[in-house]
């Protein structure tokens, strides 16, 4: 049996002004784009919740959280494991195809602050499942705590089963308004542990639209700071993260009121989607 593993993939945080590496480019030029993950009769789904049931029975008896099966996670580990049957061969992308969390990305609809992906072939199920429980990084993705959303794809070739296991990390996507909720909070929680007194907070609808104008550009750079006052953006899976150097700014003197904007967006820098902010003191 041959077995390959691709370790759990941490979506970059974004710190202000802190640059990110471009994603890898998502235009596939492989068969892989003429996989449909719907309609061929090689895929298995008895063998796919197969898969699932002996992965979530290993949770359990772990005392982990029960992995939630994702249907656009189902469709990235189809066509991949449809990719590996037609290249006779196991690999986390081949040439011209997406990088794994490219393809999730393309496929699902969460909002993910990591992914993973083990792959193999057997030629049942159990032997599949006891060869990558037996393999210490393929097991670290089957039962890792960090992973609550998955999706398995069983492409039948002849005697042999070609297994994609996509995992993720789903997060909640939230609202403008619960988002700047999250991020005043934050700010309220610095600005207090400085024992300095708490800031105003004032509604500035052009910052929404200065978020999404970095969203957009999918660089920081594109809000322009106002006069005569502290801008600080950042981008981040988590709106509520705001980065360390804020803290040096939350804590100044003279501080008296403050604005926020966010925006929720995918980019080629976050496939998966993250939140854009732009905090304005005064």
């Not at 390959?4 to 998502?26: E, K």
Request: proline fraction near 6%; charge should be positive.
């Amino acid at each position: 049996m041959f077995l390959a593993l691709i370790a759990s993939i941490p979506l970059h945080l974004a710190a202000a002004g802190a640059a990110l590496p471009a994603a890898a480019n998502t235009a596939p030029n492989s068969s892989w784009q003429q996989v449909s993950p719907y309609d061929s009769p090689n895929y298995d789904s008895q063998a796919e919740r197969d898969l699932l049931e002996k992965a979530n029975s290993d949770r359990a008896r772990a005392g982990l959280p029960l992995l939630r099966m994702d249907a656009g996670l189902v469709r990235a580990a189809r066509a991949h494991a449809a990719e590996m049957a037609a290249q006779k061969h196991i690999s986390h992308q081949f040439s011209g195809e997406p990088s794994p969390s490219d393809r999730i990305a393309a496929l699902s609809s969460l909002h993910l602050e990591r992914t993973g992906e083990n792959v193999a072939v057997a030629p049942n199920v159990d032997d599949a499942h006891e060869a990558l429980m037996a393999s210490r990084p393929h097991r670290d993705n089957l039962l890792s705590p960090k992973f609550n959303v998955a999706g398995f794809g069983v492409f039948r070739q002849g005697h042999m089963l070609y297994v994609a296991q996509d995992f993720g990390l789903s997060m909640a996507i939230y609202s403008v308004q619960q988002a700047k909720e999250l991020v005043s909070t934050s700010v309220e929680k610095l600005r207090a542990q400085a024992k300095m007194p708490q800031l105003k907070r004032i509604n500035d609808s052009d910052l929404q639209s200065s978020a999404c104008a970095m969203a957009k550009a999918d660089s920081l750079s594109a809000a322009t700071p106002p006069a005569g006052a502290y801008m600080l953006r950042y981008s981040s899976m988590k709106p509520e993260s705001l980065p360390s150097e804020i803290s040096k700014v939350i804590a100044r003197r003279g501080l008296h009121t403050y604005s926020a904007g966010t925006c929720y967006a995918r980019t080629q820098r976050y496939p998966n989607g993250a939140y854009w902010v732009v905090l304005v003191f005064y």
